[in-house]
């Protein structure tokens, strides 16, 4: 007994019918999807030889280099305001310290944003009842057309008898 691996999905449909809105009609859909996805994940890994790896280590050193000669430039800052005797201080302005330009915003420009909070409310149903009859032409009009007579009867007998 042999088997033979294809690349068809034995579960996946034979016809599929899809309605064009256009043409408002169901219309057999010729190609049908085989591909079977088990399992699928997004990753950060990268191969060490990439060209993205290598262009990732090219800004990690460079960042690197930059906070190496800013330390430097606080350091000699420092140096030079104990050698003519002054207070150490704060150093040199920090506004030229390097920003991250993609997580940099302004504080300033930052609105308050309040999350949004489901509302319920749940209610006791209308109390109910259950209700049934039988209805007919004669519980209908019978009522309506001989009411006439029977009032009129009534107050025949109550005159003549009372």
Wanted: net charge negative.
């Amino acid at each position: 007994m042999a088997k033979m691996l294809t690349a068809n999905n034995p579960a996946a449909p034979k016809n599929t019918a899809r309605f064009n809105m256009k043409e408002r009609v169901y219309k057999l859909e010729p190609m049908v999807e085989q591909l079977l996805v088990h399992y699928a994940t997004d990753g950060w890994l990268m191969h060490k030889a990439s060209e993205d790896a290598r262009k990732q280590q090219e800004v990690e050193k460079q960042v690197e280099e930059a906070a190496a000669k800013f330390q430097n430039e606080v350091d000699r800052a420092k140096k030079e305001k104990r050698e003519e005797g002054t207070d150490a201080g704060d150093g040199p302005d920090d506004s030229r310290q390097l920003r991250n330009q993609f997580n940099f915003s302004e504080r300033a420009a930052q609105t308050l944003n309040y999350p949004m909070r489901d509302r319920e409310t749940t209610t006791e149903p209308p109390p109910t009842a259950s209700f049934s009859g039988t209805c007919s032409q004669v519980t209908l009009f019978y009522p309506t057309l001989f009411y006439p007579t029977y009032a009129l009867a009534t107050i025949f007998c109550l005159q003549e008898y009372g």
